[in-house]
């Protein structure tokens, strides 16, 4: 059974960085297309990222230039590097990825990490 597994959340001061991890387990042939989300209490959830395993990005308005997001299909990981953190960050990050799993394509949900940016 495939499982999307996050890590790389915690507490860190504004202007500081963090890097999640997004690891699939269970045996896929690869990662098609992945998706960062993110959600603040007592706001809706938005896309944060979406990334083919061609490499194109897209980012929200409020992250680009300070989030980058990988696949590395050889790890079968997605990361998503965040920089220059602010406050407005806080939030649980969640991953979304469709894989690549024999004949089909299947979609999955990591469980979400948090990250948390003090002032």
């Known amino acids: 059974q495939v499982q999307l597994v996050e890590s790389g959340g915690g507490l860190v001061q504004a202007g500081g960085s963090l890097r999640l991890s997004c690891t699939t387990s269970?045996?896929?042939?690869?990662?098609?297309?992945a998706n960062w989300y993110r959600q603040a209490p007592g706001k809706q959830r938005e896309l944060v990222t979406t990334?083919?395993?061609?490499?194109?990005?897209n980012y929200a308005d409020s992250v680009k230039g300070r989030f980058t997001a990988t696949i590395d299909n050889a790890k079968k990981t997605v990361y998503l590097q965040m920089n220059n953190l602010t406050p407005e960050d806080t939030a649980v990050y969640y991953c979304?990825?469709?894989?690549?799993?024999?004949?089909?394509?299947?979609?999955?949900w990591g469980q979400g990490t948090q990250v948390t940016v003090s002032s």
């Open positions: 979304n990825a469709n894989v690549i799993n024999g004949y089909r394509r299947e979609n999955y």
């Open positions: 990334i083919t395993s061609g490499g194109d990005t």
């Open positions: 269970g045996s896929i042939f690869s990662i098609d297309v």
